[in-house]
């Protein structure tokens, strides 16, 4: 899981809108109607209270004039904290925060998860290629039209590998980071069979890090997760007991805790 603390200039600050559509929280205990129909079919509880509350907010494509209904899950109130991004893994949706996010929400913080482009729930019918610089402009535009505050971004696999990309890919962002301390959280570090750290050689991160690894991971070698902490020269490990893959579905109150504890001190 990797959790980027990044500090962004706001560019513009007027937030997109497309064709007049309005925006409103789904509410009273009903599903959107751009859900599919098999929403209806989900048993876990905490699934179905955070898919009555997943909107869509226009984002600019950046490829034309038109918008993408992006889907996400987002605060019912905004506080002066630093929000938490929740970026999903490979083939998946918000949904897979449900078990946590509501423990992030109970600890006070300003938390947000999002649908990466061409995954989840957004309106693809007019849309980029679903490629990594794609991925990543949409978030970029995302955060730039509706979260505009310094953020962290958390994610597992796919999320990780795009929280890292994001910040490589933007150095004109990241050179606010001068002030602003970057942690870093892993436990999942390949992306299309590439280890993080390959991305991170360039990275050239020197800021505070902690490294967080699930003990049974039985698909990711925990040597990936020692390569990162050692090249990470102010970094420390933590290292969640009885849990495979995937610690934020199999053990959230642990991760919400590690988040939770992050993000009070990054707003210090």
Request: charged fraction near 20%; glycine fraction near 6%; aromatic fraction near 8%.
């Amino acid at each position: 899981m990797v959790a980027l603390a990044l500090s962004f200039s706001v560019i513009g600050g007027a937030k997109a809108e497309c064709g007049g559509t309005r925006l409103r929280c789904c509410g009273g205990g009903r599903f959107p109607a751009f859900l599919p129909k098999e929403v209806h079919e989900i048993k876990d509880p905490f699934a179905r209270t955070l898919a009555q509350r997943i909107q869509r907010l226009p984002v600019q494509t950046g490829f034309s004039e038109s918008c993408i209904m992006s889907s996400c899950v987002k605060p019912v109130r905004q506080n002066e904290t630093n929000p938490v991004v929740l970026l999903h893994c490979f083939d998946s949706s918000c949904l897979e925060w449900r078990s946590t996010y509501p423990l992030l929400e109970e600890a006070g913080l300003d938390v947000w998860a999002v649908d990466v482009l061409g995954w989840g729930f957004s309106d693809l019918e007019i849309r980029p290629p679903c490629n990594v610089a794609a991925k990543r402009h949409h978030l970029y535009q995302l955060w730039k039209s509706h979260i505009r505050k310094p953020m962290i971004l958390v994610g597992p696999s796919l999320g990780g590998a795009a929280a890292i990309d994001f910040a490589v890919n933007y150095p004109d962002a990241v050179s606010f980071l001068k002030s602003i301390p970057l942690r870093l959280y892993a436990n999942v570090l390949t992306f299309g069979n590439i280890p993080f750290t390959t991305r991170l050689d360039w990275t050239n991160v020197k800021q505070r890090a902690l490294v967080i690894w699930a003990e049974c991971d039985n698909i990711v070698s925990n040597k990936f997760a020692m390569r990162l902490y050692s090249e990470l020269p102010n970094s420390v490990m933590r290292q969640i007991p009885d849990c495979g893959h995937l610690p934020h579905v199999e053990k959230p109150n642990a991760v919400a805790q590690l988040i939770a504890d992050f993000a009070r001190s990054d707003s210090c």
